[in-house]
T-cell receptor, first 114, second 112 residues
Framework: GAVVSQHPSRVICKSGTSVKIECRSLDFQATTMFWYRQFPKQSLMLMATSNEGSKATYEQGVEKDKFLINHASLTLSTLTVTSAHPEDSSFYIC??????????FGPGTRLTVT | EDQVTQSPEALRLQEGESSSLNCSYTVSGLRGLFWYRQDPGKGPEFLFTLYSAGEEKEKERLKATLTKKESFLHITAPKPEDSATYLCAVQAKETSGSRLTFGEGTQLTVNP
């Protein structure tokens, strides 16, 4: 149980384009979903927290207009990186919580912006 | 502000050589302490949740313990497949939802 999927697993896009990453909870309803960014050999950096049907809460320093988060249902959240630039290249990971204390993580999405 | 410090940053063991990883934390009121395992290029995999000092949990060769200031992840007779980065995270009681504060992780390498 508690399986979270992400799609795509890898994406390469050109500078200036937008990219959408999907995060799904497959066998449970996720009241809260989280989006993290991870740089090589570093720990996870929380970008934003989203509750179903509400606006996302962004961490300090994270641009809301660049990283658009939508949590339209209890099983799906999306992260859209708008007007991507090479510095946005990173490993993006989502997690989901079903109202208990644990977070279950997706497999991650490797974004490369050329 | 909640803080989590993990040590060592990296650890190399020979297969069968038992050891422990440390996670020191400061939090205003601990709701839970979490251990995750992360393989390269993948998302973290949940291992344990500990809620109160004195609590212990085991899974195969791993055993997690908790005190009021730190947690240990003991690895008994490790195998090469235990090689991974182990992440520790805390959740504070006053935190809304299930927000976690992560440590930097310990990269474990087990040589055959």
């Amino acid at each position: 149980g508690a399986v979270v999927s992400q799609h795509p697993s890898r994406v390469i896009c050109k500078s200036g384009t937008s990219v959408k990453i999907e995060c799904r909870s497959l066998d449970f309803q996720a009241t809260t979903m989280f989006w993290y960014r991870q740089f090589p050999k570093q720990s996870l950096m929380l970008m934003a927290t989203s509750n179903e049907g509400s606006k996302a809460t962004y961490e300090q320093g994270v641009e809301k207009d660049k990283f658009l988060i939508n949590h339209a249902s209890l099983t799906l959240s999306t992260l859209t990186v708008t007007s991507a630039h090479p510095e946005d290249s990173s490993f993006y990971i989502c997690s989901a919580s079903q109202g208990t204390y644990e977070q279950y993580f997706g497999p991650g999405t490797r974004l490369t912006v050329t | 502000e909640d803080q989590v410090t993990q040590s060592p940053e990296a650890l190399r063991l020979q297969e069968g050589e038992s050891s422990s990883l440390n996670c020191s934390y400061t939090v205003s009121g601990l709701r839970g302490l979490f251990w995750y395992r992360q393989d390269p290029g993948k998302g973290p995999e949940f291992l344990f949740t500990l809620y109160s000092a004195g609590e212990e949990k085991e899974k195969e060769r791993l055993k997690a313990t908790l005190t009021k200031k730190e947690s240990f992840l003991h690895i008994t007779a490790p195998k090469p497949e235990d090689s991974a980065t182990y992440l520790c995270a805390v959740q504070a009681k006053e935190t809304s939802g299930s927000r976690l504060t992560f440590g930097e992780g310990t990269q474990l390498t087990v040589n055959p």
